[in-house]
């Protein structure tokens, strides 16, 4: 059987490192690119190119953009004195998505975990800290994932704002719009049975 170039397979290597892409799955997006060069192909290079040299940290935030404060640290409107915590720039991204959240964001760049050696500093729970301090932040909403680490730095970034008295807050969790209980996991049904609410 006969090997792509050297160069193509490289590619074919990198791609695959990507996530959703395996060795196959990386070997049909690379075809499909070569056989579409000039309408994809090229675009897709430059346009890499071009993020690759602009894109950039919010110094504020975490965000990811093209400025050093990004667009939603910068627009006044969203000073409303309420912070969201997301552990990346994909679930800032996901609640931008729903339009429902008007205030700003810190991004953590991750959550605790003490079996991959990541603590506080490694995160932006320092910086968090001084934003409450330095903004006049009335409320910070915790908007991390249900899982073991997300809730071990949910408690730890609590007990590092307590002395600030800025209200804390979680999103709720529990049965989502559509889901029906038999597919449920039992730390779901859990969760919404102590979120219940009167009707």
Aim: proline share 5%.
């Amino acid at each position: 059987m006969t090997e792509a170039p050297r160069d193509i397979e490289s590619l074919i290597e990198l791609m695959a490192r990507l996530p959703g892409l395996g060795p196959r799955s990386a070997r049909r997006a690379v075809l499909m690119l070569l056989k579409k060069r000039a309408g994809l192909m090229a675009p897709l290079a430059q346009a890499m190119a071009t993020v690759a040299l602009n894109a950039r940290d919010c110094r504020l935030c975490g965000n990811i953009g093209t400025t050093d404060i990004c667009p939603i640290c910068a627009d006044d409107r969203r000073a409303t004195g309420e912070v969201c915590v997301v552990e990346n720039v994909a679930d800032l991204w996901a609640m931008e998505r729903g339009r429902a959240f008007k205030g700003r964001y810190h991004v953590l760049g991750g959550t605790l975990s003490a079996l991959d050696s990541v603590g506080p500093e490694e995160l932006r729970i320092p910086l968090l800290v001084e934003r409450v301090q330095a903004e006049g932040v009335t409320e910070v909403i915790l908007a991390l994932n249900a899982t073991v680490d997300g809730q071990t730095t949910a408690h730890y970034i609590a007990d590092a704002l307590a002395p600030t008295n800025v209200q804390i807050s979680t999103l709720a969790q529990g049965v989502p719009i559509g889901g029906e209980l038999d597919y449920l996991d039992d730390g779901t049904i859990g969760a919404a049975l102590r979120a219940r609410r009167r009707v």
